[in-house]
């Protein structure tokens, strides 16, 4: 009996023994796999900061080269004239500080008032560059000293010369701390890192900002790691803040820089800290329950068959939802960088050239400058009008009570200069408040009105209503009505697919993005979209909405 009873005990203890080691491989390899999709997460944010880096710097050489041009064709006393007139790529990235120091290094022109006309800077490191190597290139100067993210920046300036001689010096401030704001929401951890250093060991900006008492920028591994390959990755405790983190970098090819991202061992732990103290749970009430072989083996089966249901399930909600965000974020960075930026920059230079010009060239001339203008006008709208149409669902608030009154007198403020332009008259019902987007609600409220205007019959002023019936107790139904030229029935579907318009720009102007807006904000809603005309008369639009209640 009592070999027996040691025996049992013996196999228990074996058995405990067993499952407790499963439940510690279990968590080591959670972990490993939760390192691993860190790591591929962060080398796609440093891959994008790569990218948002190298287009940062470029458009800022940009526009130091646009100022100094002026600076040097108009002079420093005027160039305030030229930055009302033309805004600064992703303005929201820079300071409000552009300077000019002539060649003794006192400011001439600067946009900071704490930078008084005469002061001089002749010892800054950015000054003493130029004197130093008079040559025409960019130089990406330090971060200065701060350590709170709001005051941290650093400059980008190029010399103005006169021939071979430093005629002086333009330079701009950007904000370190909005170098790395775009990763701050993705999935890398509070604590994880992204910096920009140059190869010659130099600090340029750092999120989050190094620690007061940090280690000499000297003694970084990076140095070492960037010189011997062009791009890798190590593990090592932060000199710059002592968190422990696996970071990833890369030399730019077009500036002498490194890019660097890194993830924080604690943020994987901290991930982790809920499973390993259920395991343990799991794993103490199982030495105290265990009753046989059989039992841990059904035990074991059902856990690992729901982790890995659950881990299988993540896995394809994740990659739905980062294929989904990528498509969006890709296509927001084509319109709001790569399209946007230079239609901006050629209409204000096409708005120059027919200010300064007009007197001296002949009509065909001005002719040409007036389609190019109207041109980059109409696709700067088309292309704003598709940034707001892919936004619909990525950027949106979620639904909630709305007043609709409310939001269709947002609308009709919005178009009061229309409105009295072509004497219109709007009358709004009694509406109810369902589950909405106030600001969608108001848009879609905005281009049903404006469209109404705009096709408005020739021989009577327009005449608008917006009304609401209950078609249920949950279901309300919207009508905005008018007199204006009507469309033709077999358009009535044509009419609310993207790009697609009945008429030509000389007629009305437009992108064929509003119904199609419409549409998408309908639908949004849970509710449809659709219209009732008659050619001549009027059309009516109608659409239907969930009622707050709920009921």
């Known amino acids: 009996m009592r070999f027996r009873s040691l025996g049992i005990i013996v196999a228990t203890l074996i058995l405990v023994g067993l499952y407790i080691g499963v439940i510690l491989g279990n968590i080591a390899e959670l972990e490993r796999e939760r390192h691993d999709f860190a790591e591929l997460q962060a080398r796609k944010i440093l891959l994008s900061f790569e990218t948002h880096t190298v287009r940062l710097f470029d458009l800022a050489d940009i526009y130091l080269r646009a100022a100094r041009h002026f600076a040097e064709q108009e002079g420093t006393e005027h160039l305030a004239r030229f930055l009302d007139r033309l805004a600064p790529p992703r303005s929201d990235l820079y300071s409000s500080t552009l300077t000019v120091l002539d060649r003794r290094g006192r400011v001439t022109f600067s946009t900071d008032s704490a930078l008084p006309r005469g002061a001089d800077l002749s010892d800054q490191p950015v000054f003493l560059h130029f004197r130093e190597a008079p040559r025409d290139s960019i130089l990406i100067g330090t971060a200065n000293d701060s350590t709170v993210p709001d005051q941290q920046y650093f400059h980008v300036a190029r010399p103005l010369l006169n021939g071979k001689d430093l005629a002086g010096i333009v ?31 130099k600090l340029i900006a750092r999120q989050p900002p190094p620690v007061a008492d940090a280690a000499p920028l000297g003694s970084l591994q990076v140095w070492a790691a960037a010189k011997a390959n062009a791009e890798g990755k190590f593990h090592k405790r932060s000199l710059l803040d002592g968190v422990e983190r696996t970071f990833l970098y890369k030399r730019l090819a077009d500036y002498p820089l490194v890019v660097v991202v890194g993830f924080a061992d604690a943020d994987i732990a901290a991930g982790l800290e809920a499973t390993r103290h259920s395991e343990m749970i799991e794993g103490g009430l199982f030495s105290l329950t265990a009753l046989g072989f059989a039992v841990l083996v059904m035990v074991m089966d059902r856990r690992n068959q729901r982790l890995t249901e659950s881990e299988q399930a993540s896995r394809a909600t994740a990659e739905m939802l980062e294929r989904s965000n990528a498509d969006l974020e890709r296509f927001a960075y084509v319109a709001s960088h790569d399209l946007k930026t230079p239609l901006r920059v050629i209409t204000g230079y096409a708005q120059m050239l027919d200010r300064r010009y007009r007197d001296k060239l002949d009509d065909e001339a001005n002719e040409y ?87 408005g019959h020739p021989d009577r002023k327009p005449m608008v209503s917006i009304e609401a019936v209950r078609l249920s107790s949950t279901i309300w139904r919207f009508a905005v009505r008018d007199n204006g030229i009507g469309i033709e029935p077999e358009h009535f579907e044509r009419i609310f697919v993207i790009f697609q318009r009945l008429h030509t720009d000389s007629a009305y102007e437009g992108t064929g993005i509003g119904l199609a807006l419409c549409q998408r904000i309908v639908t949004r809603l849970g509710g449809r979209i659709w219209v009732e005309s008659k050619p001549g008369e009027g059309s009516t639009f109608f659409f239907t909405a969930r009622d707050a209640s709920g009921d």
Request: aromatic letters at 6%; glycine letters at 4%.
């Open 171 to 201: 330079m701009l401030d950007i904000h370190s701390s909005q170098i790395a704001a775009f990763y701050r929401d993705m999935t890398l951890g509070p604590n994880s890192s992204a910096a920009i250093f140059s190869l010659d060991h």
């Open 369 to 455: 400058i007036a389609f190019l203008t109207a041109g980059t006008k109409r696709m700067y709208r088309l292309i704003t009008d598709l940034l707001h149409y892919s936004r619909i669902n990525s950027q949106a608030k979620p639904l909630q009570p709305v007043s609709a009154a409310r939001a269709a007198d947002i609308a009709v403020s919005n178009l009061k200069a229309v409105i009295e332009e072509c004497g219109a008259t709007i009358s709004v019902g009694p509406l109810p408040t369902i589950l909405a987007d106030e600001s969608q609600l108001s848009s879609l409220f905005q281009n049903l009105l404006g469209n109404a205007m705009k096709y």
